[in-house]
């Protein structure tokens, strides 16, 4: 895109934000409030609620070291990803 095309652009797009209908901006709004709950209701989680009983006899059979929680095993994993 050159310079004049890439200014067309930049002001077709900001004419497309600032003329929403009022229905557009009330669809935003309901959005914005979804995801806020949804953000809520995930910060709000413990860490490793999704670590149940058979989670923990499935990863008995092999993917923990002797004496290692499953959440030991998910923080070290993380961990090493992270640090490649």
Do not use: C
Not at 14 to 22: G, I, K, W, Y
Not at 43 to 68: H, I, N, S
């Amino acid at each position: 895109m050159n310079k004049e095309e890439t200014k067309e652009f930049e002001r077709r797009l900001f004419e497309s934000f600032t003329n929403l209908s009022e229905e557009e901006i009330a669809e935003f709004d309901r959005k914005e409030k979804e995801r806020k709950k949804v953000i809520e209701a995930m910060e709000a989680r413990e860490p490793f609620y999704w670590v149940t009983d058979e989670t923990r006899q499935f990863m008995e059979k092999g993917y923990l070291d002797p004496g290692q929680t499953v959440e030991e095993r998910v923080w070290r994993s993380l961990s090493t990803q992270i640090t490649f």
